[in-house]
């Protein structure tokens, strides 16, 4: 079993491109602006064109797109849930009764919720994915910063929260190879994760977060340990020998993306939902 090839969010994969080169707080707003339009979408056609153009960035981007899609493996099975959930639960007055099992009864809005759903999910996990394999994490922290200082004045620690918002994202492929090791150390001892029901399943992975938990604990200790010895002290007074300025590539950005827009409020006028949810 191995996890860590399915676990791209968090990777940074180095490249001169148009992409890589944009000032990292432009790709932070440009992508909270993508992942709010993902919001606003309630038809197959508008999430169609949004794909188009997120495989457009993995294309610009010279990101391997295989690399990338399969990050949305390790999602399918929260998803598929989730499409279940919204398949059998989802009863408004006007739905349709596609078919039933018991007293469950699937209708027609639940099965375009459940799968509508699911595919803003996965768009919105790919278009995360493009920035973090574009961007280092050191530029993350600096744009981030950069973008709550704003809020400094009112008592928001924009440093320490941006540096803790990058720590666990770096720490995602960490985690995830701690688990393997744990996993393959299980089944060296007998335990089989493939066999019997999807209780029994569940019931197996318990053991493994205990001590995953407590690996994760003292990864953390350890890093506060490092950063006290090296006489760390937050954001107050600290320099940066990198200053972050716009450039060509984020015209570029922000001409794309409001291009992009443009056309998606367009196909969403022009395409209305044709059941009501």
């Known amino acids: 079993m191995e996890l860590t090839k399915d676990i791209t969010l968090g990777v940074y994969i180095p490249r001169k491109t148009t992409v890589h080169q944009a000032d990292p707080r432009s790709k932070i707003l440009l992508t909270i602006l993508l992942i709010t339009l993902l919001f606003f979408i309630k038809t197959y056609t508008a999430y169609g064109v949004y794909a188009l153009f997120a495989l457009f960035l993995v294309w610009i981007s010279q990101i391997p ?51 509508l759903m699911s595919i803003r999910v996965l768009l919105l996990f790919l278009i995360t994915t493009i920035l973090t394999m574009a961007t280092s994490m050191v530029e993350l922290t600096d ?17 320490e929260l941006a540096m803790t918002m990058v720590i666990a994202l770096r720490f995602v492929p960490t985690l995830a190879e ?18 019997g029901n999807f209780i029994q399943k569940t019931a197996k992975v318990f053991p493994i977060f205990l001590p995953l938990f407590l690996n994760a604990f003292k990864r953390a200790e350890d890093l506060i340990i490092a950063m006290e010895a090296r006489n760390y002290t937050g954001g107050g007074g600290r320099t940066k020998m990198r200053q972050l300025r716009m450039g060509p590539a984020d015209t570029k950005a922000f001409a794309a993306v409001l291009l992009f827009t443009l056309i998606l409020v367009a196909v969403i006028r022009l395409f209305p939902p044709p059941i009501q949810i």
């Open 65 to 115: 797109l295989g690399y990338a899609v399969k990050g949305l493996k390790p999602m399918i099975p929260v998803l598929i849930i989730m499409w279940i959930f919204q398949l059998f639960l989802q009863k408004p007055d006007h739905a349709q009764v596609i078919f039933s099992l018991g007293f469950l009864e699937a209708t027609d809005v639940g099965l375009r919720m459940g799968t």
């Open 143 to 159: 744009g981030i910063e950069a973008l709550l200082k704003l809020f400094r004045k009112i008592g928001v620690p924009s440093h």
């Open 178 to 195: 701690e688990m393997e090791k744990i996993v393959k150390a299980q089944m060296a001892r007998g335990v089989d994760f493939d066999r």
